[in-house]
């Protein structure tokens, strides 16, 4: 059965106009003025509507082994609360620890995506260590449909890198065409200055934020970008958190380093006077970077909407209050993350484009075109065009609402964004041409969501 949506206004990274949509086959085969289609197509009225690409949430965390617990989301419950937000495709961190095998950490985090996820998705292969099986490993993940790897210059003994094992793998990722992410911190600075606080009795969740502050992340930013520069490999940062960090990869970016950079929604509106409030109410706001000084949004808005920020995601990891509480002696020990899969695109929206300065153009880009583009998944999806895969959002810019916990779809027992006002909303999600959401509420089919095998692209 075809689908239709008519009578919407579609943005895209480049273009606004008024025109029809005819999707079969699971890809958009017509766009034009008052389209016909046979008996039996679904049709979608988007009359004062915009249709937007569907969006792409390039950082994610669902199946997640963190800290001495697991994040809360399973495919089910992560996909469905993306797609109410209007994310049609997420990009999962695969993230097995030091301690494990990378290619059957690979195959488990698979195993665990497969025919539970309503939206499609795919990897970035975490680098936990870089051993003499660590390269066959990889370059067979890579022939298997990955083209990202990731790297944590953090979490010292269990995630992160050293600084040999950094160039290991940035050399066979300039080999084999792959794109880097990197967490940009020090790990060794981290360790020590937590120590310190804790040795002085300072274990609260305040603590969180002094014990990596904004200088440590600007020295891991600037680290990685000289790391790119002398093996030639492809990056991008992911969840820049401040103005530092920013001055360190416009800096590498000016001389011709290939960086790229994400920031996530929580640091363009959360502060950290969030994690300051004692309890376990700090404790929800714990993410690593974590929620910085008011001052660097302003930072972050400008260089977003410049385009010197690439990308928005969420680093999306949910840990329920009871799981937060592991850290109730030491701030060392709150499982690190904040839930913001379904709320991104609500929110960059409405304190962006509806309230702030963001060009309508570049919110598309930055949540849908530019993921797409960085991650080989363009033009199939991140586009509206004949041929692309029919992921599409009609959004409703009328629509005025509360972000509450009370309404999510994600399985956590709490919204860091708890309050927020947003002004609009998706009313109708599809996924390859199939609906997902009409009229507001969740319709989606379980395991519709497809594993998207992507092509290294980043030779020369």
């Known amino acids: 059965m075809g689908l239709l949506i008519k009578n919407g206004e579609i943005i895209t990274a480049d273009a606004r106009y008024k025109a029809d949509i005819y999707a079969e086959g699971e ?3 017509r766009i034009g003025q008052n389209l016909e289609a046979p008996p039996g197509t679904e049709v979608i009225d988007a009359t004062g509507k915009y249709v937007f690409p569907g969006f792409i949430d390039p950082h994610v965390h669902i199946y997640l082994p963190f800290m001495a617990t697991f994040a ?26 030091r301690n494990d095998d990378a ?38 993940i890579v022939a298997d449909g990955i083209n990202s790897f990731k790297i944590f210059l953090s979490y010292k003994n269990f995630f992160g ?32 200055l937590q120590q310190k606080l804790l040795s002085e009795g300072k274990t609260g969740p305040e603590w969180h934020e002094p014990s990596r502050p904004e200088s440590v992340e600007a020295e891991g930013t600037a680290r990685f970008a000289t790391f790119l520069e002398n093996t030639g490999a492809t990056g ?12 360190a990869a416009l800096s590498a970016k000016s001389r011709g380093v290939p960086l790229y950079i994400e920031s996530v929604i929580p640091h363009f509106l959360l502060d950290k006077t969030y994690a300051e409030r004692g309890g376990v109410e ?39 209050t009871e799981q937060k509480l592991l850290g109730k002696d030491a701030f060392t020990a709150i499982p690190n993350g904040i839930p913001a899969i379904e ?9 962006g484009v509806s309230r702030g300065n963001l060009d309508i153009h570049r919110f598309v880009d930055a949540a849908s075109t530019k993921p797409a583009k960085l991650f080989g998944l363009f033009p199939r999806k991140g586009a509206i065009a004949v041929g692309s895969d029919a992921d599409l959002v009609v ?28 002004d609009g909303r998706p009313v109708a999600v599809t996924v390859r041409g199939r609906v997902m959401v009409r009229d507001g509420q969740f319709v989606g089919e379980k395991g519709w969501g497809r594993f998207l095998k992507r092509e290294p692209m980043y030779f020369g």
């Open 27 to 29: 890809t958009i085969t």
């Open 282 to 320: 700090a404790m929800k706001y714990i993410m690593s970077p974590p929620l910085r000084d008011k001052r660097n949004q302003k930072a972050l808005w400008d260089a977003l909407a410049q385009g010197f920020i690439d990308t928005v995601g969420t680093d999306h990891c949910p840990f329920d």
């Open 236 to 247: 991008y940062v992911v969840h820049l958190s401040c103005k530092p960090a920013l001055d």
């Open 161 to 192: 890198v050293d600084d040999g094992e950094m160039y290991e793998t940035l050399r066979l990722a300039k080999e084999l065409g792959v794109i880097v992410t990197a967490h940009c911190e020090n790990a060794e600075l981290v360790g020590r």
């Open 72 to 97: 809360k989301d399973t495919h089910e419950t992560g996909s469905k609360a993306a797609l109410m937000g209007g994310t049609t495709t997420y990009i999962e961190m695969c993230c097995p620890s």
């Open 103 to 140: 290619l059957e950490g690979y195959q488990l985090w698979k195993s665990k995506a497969e025919g539970n996820s309503y939206c499609d998705y795919t990897f970035h292969m975490a680098v936990s260590k870089f051993d003499p099986k660590t390269e066959g490993e990889l370059r067979e």
């Open 395 to 422: 959004y409703d810019p009328q629509y005025r609402g509360t972000i509450s916990v009370k309404t999510q779809h994600v399985n956590n027992d709490y919204n860091a964004f708890e309050g927020f006002e947003i």
């Open 343 to 351: 709320d991104r695109v609500n929110l960059l929206y409405t304190y």
